[in-house]
């Protein structure tokens, strides 16, 4: 289980978010080893002026907070992150302009089809 938001502005968002949405899920399944129909992400596009950022970023900062289960190695959080670092290259982004934050808890701490997460019957494999 792995649920996404993107934070950034409209302006710079709105218009390749499907894009965008495709590029993150393909480093979650290539990364993670989650099923290609298990995507759970939302953006929170904000108005320029509800957006604050540092001088040294441009107009298409954006933040990506990743929540999932608690499992996998670091090595395969880092080569989400280096996924989508990489691949954000080819949506015009510069590295200075993706933050990436990753929230790990236990299954327990998540309700999922009126379970707790430690409880579902899960289709893939969280401890890699």
Excluded at 71 to 85: D, P, T
Aim: proline share 4%; net charge negative; aromatic share 10%.
């Amino acid at each position: 289980m792995a649920q996404v938001k993107i934070y950034g502005t409209n302006s710079s968002l709105k218009s390749i978010q499907r894009q965008f949405s495709d590029l993150i899920h393909s480093c979650l399944v290539d990364s993670l080893e989650l099923p290609d129909n298990k995507r759970f992400h939302r953006f929170i596009l904000l108005p320029e002026e509800d957006f604050m950022y540092p001088s040294d970023r441009s107009e298409r900062y954006t933040i990506i907070e990743i929540s999932m289960f608690e499992g996998r190695s670091a090595e395969v959080k880092k080569k989400l992150i280096r996924l989508i670092f990489e691949r954000s290259l080819t949506l015009g982004f510069d590295v200075n302009d993706i933050e990436i934050t990753i929230f790990e808890t236990p299954k327990h701490h998540w309700g999922i089809r009126g379970l707790p997460g430690d409880e579902l019957n899960l289709n893939y494999t969280v401890d890699i």
